[in-house]
C-alpha cells in the first residue's frame, strides 16, 4: 500500500477524505461540484504543490497547517502523459483538464489517479476519488504540525 502526501489547513483535518474544498472551488483536475483529494508523492512535492497555492498570502496570516501521511489500497489508476489533453499545464486551467477524470471517477473505476505534476511533471500527484468505495481504506498514519521555513520566501 502507498503513501501519500497532502499539507492542509489544521482546522480541516476531520474532512480531509471528503473533497469538499475542491468540490466547492474545482481544481486542475475536477470542476466545481465534484469532489477529490489532492495527494502528492512524496512529502516534498506537496511542499512545492502547496506552495504554488499561497497566492501572496503573508506567511504570518497562513492558519495552522499540518502535513498528513496517508495510506492508500492499492486502486492505482496510473495515467500517462499521452493520455493527458495537450493543454494539462496550461493555466488558467481549461475546462477539458477539469472535466478529463470526470468520466472514471463517474464510474468509480479506482481510488486513485496517479497524474504528473504540472510544477515537476516527473513527479507524481495522486487524486483520491472521495465517493469510491474503498476511500474507508485509507489510514492516516502520520499527522504533523507544519510551518513553512522562512528561507523559502
Same mark, same amino acid.
Given at each position: 500500500?502507498? +503513501?501519500? !502526501?497532502?499539507?492542509?489547513? $489544521?482546522?480541516?483535518? =476531520?474532512? &480531509?477524505?471528503?473533497?469538499?474544498?475542491?468540490q466547492l472551488y474545482g481544481g486542475r483536475w475536477n470542476p466545481v461540484g465534484v469532489p477529490l483529494v489532492y495527494t502528492s508523492s512524496?512529502?516534498? *512535492?506537496?511542499?512545492? =504543490? /502547496?506552495?504554488?497555492?499561497? =497566492?501572496?498570502? #503573508?506567511? =504570518?496570516? *497562513?492558519? #495552522?497547517? %499540518? *502535513?498528513?501521511?496517508?495510506?492508500?489500497?492499492?486502486?492505482?489508476?496510473?495515467?500517462?502523459?499521452?493520455?493527458?489533453?495537450?493543454?494539462?499545464?496550461?493555466?488558467?486551467?481549461?475546462?477539458?483538464?477539469?472535466?478529463?477524470?470526470?468520466?472514471?471517477?463517474?464510474? $468509480?473505476?479506482?481510488? +486513485? !489517479?496517479?497524474?504528473? /505534476? %504540472? &510544477?515537476? #511533471?516527473?513527479?507524481?500527484?495522486? *487524486?483520491? @476519488?472521495?465517493?469510491?468505495?474503498?476511500?474507508?481504506? %485509507?489510514?492516516?498514519? $502520520? %499527522?504533523? @504540525?507544519?510551518? !513553512?521555513?522562512?528561507?523559502?520566501?
Amino acid at each position: 500500500m502507498p +503513501a501519500v !502526501y497532502r499539507i492542509q489547513k $489544521r482546522q480541516h483535518l =476531520e474532512g &480531509i477524505l471528503t473533497g469538499f474544498g475542491a468540490q466547492l472551488y474545482g481544481g486542475r483536475w475536477n470542476p466545481v461540484g465534484v469532489p477529490l483529494v489532492y495527494t502528492s508523492s512524496t512529502p516534498e *512535492l506537496a511542499l512545492l =504543490e /502547496s506552495l504554488v497555492h499561497l =497566492e501572496g498570502t #503573508p506567511w =504570518e496570516d *497562513l492558519p #495552522p497547517l %499540518v *502535513l498528513v501521511e496517508l495510506e492508500i489500497p492499492d486502486s492505482l489508476d496510473d495515467i500517462e502523459l499521452h493520455e493527458l489533453p495537450d493543454d494539462w499545464q496550461s493555466q488558467p486551467v481549461p475546462p477539458t483538464v477539469q472535466h478529463f477524470l470526470v468520466p472514471r471517477l463517474n464510474s $468509480r473505476a479506482s481510488l +486513485a !489517479y496517479s497524474v504528473p /505534476s %504540472v &510544477i515537476m #511533471p516527473w513527479s507524481r500527484n495522486l *487524486l483520491l @476519488d472521495p465517493l469510491h468505495p474503498l476511500i474507508h481504506e %485509507v489510514k492516516t498514519l $502520520r %499527522v504533523e @504540525d507544519f510551518m !513553512y521555513d522562512q528561507r523559502l520566501m
